[in-house]
């Protein structure tokens, strides 16, 4: 009768387990491989000097290598920098500097000029936005009629009257602010 019912799932901890254990026997032989032969390329990539020919003028010639030159070149400094740095020449220790922080792409100088031209495109984009502010605000119509000192002198009236704010407002013991008040007097019209 036990063996008709189904068995219940492993736990996730347990499946986790299975397969961590798993993994480790893959991966043994394979890092044993691996390390067992990462100390003989270092030597021999590092047991001679990149010829002086290779490294010279590298700052003039860098830009212009293809990427695949430049990516083997760095890849034979950087077996080289593995070494005792003393056993490094001059121009290696020169072009593995120059590589590293040399002011080539992202960090390469800006070309001359640049500096104004972003001015002055910066400030054409002020004059546009300046010149459509201007046409907008002629096609615009005028200020509703709220917007005068007689109408707000009014409010701040009726404010006194409704004793709003009576802490540190209009209707507060010895206020001295402008209350609503924020515009001209309201223009005469001829009639």
């Known amino acids: 009768m036990l063996r008709s019912l189904a068995r219940a799932p492993p736990s996730s901890s347990a499946l986790f387990s299975r397969s961590i254990q798993r993994l ?25 000097a990149i010829s002086n020919p290779t490294l010279a003028g590298i700052e003039k010639r860098w830009e212009a ?4 030159e430049q990516a083997d070149l760095w890849m034979a400094l950087r077996d080289r ?18 590589i590293a922080f040399g002011p080539h792409g992202p960090r390469s100088l800006p070309p001359p000029g640049e500096g ?45 009257a409704q004793n709003t704010e009576p802490i540190s407002g209009v209707s507060s013991e010895g206020y001295k602010g402008k209350g609503q008040v924020q515009s001209a007097p309201k223009q005469k019209t001829k009639d």
């Open 81 to 98: 920098m593995h070494v005792n740095w003393h056993e490094l020449t001059l121009q290696e220790k020169k072009a593995a500097y120059w």
């Open 24 to 48: 480790t026997q893959l991966v043994k032989p394979v890092a044993a491989c691996q390390y067992s032969t990462q100390p003989q390329q270092k030597r021999a990539a590092s047991a001679h």
């Open 65 to 68: 290598m293809p990427p695949q």
């Open 116 to 160: 104004w031209r972003i001015f002055n495109l910066t400030m054409i984009g002020v004059g546009v936005s300046f010149v459509l502010f201007l046409l907008i605000r002629t096609q615009a119509r005028p200020a509703p009629g709220t917007m005068n000192k007689e109408y707000q002198e009014m409010t701040n009236e009726y404010l006194k």
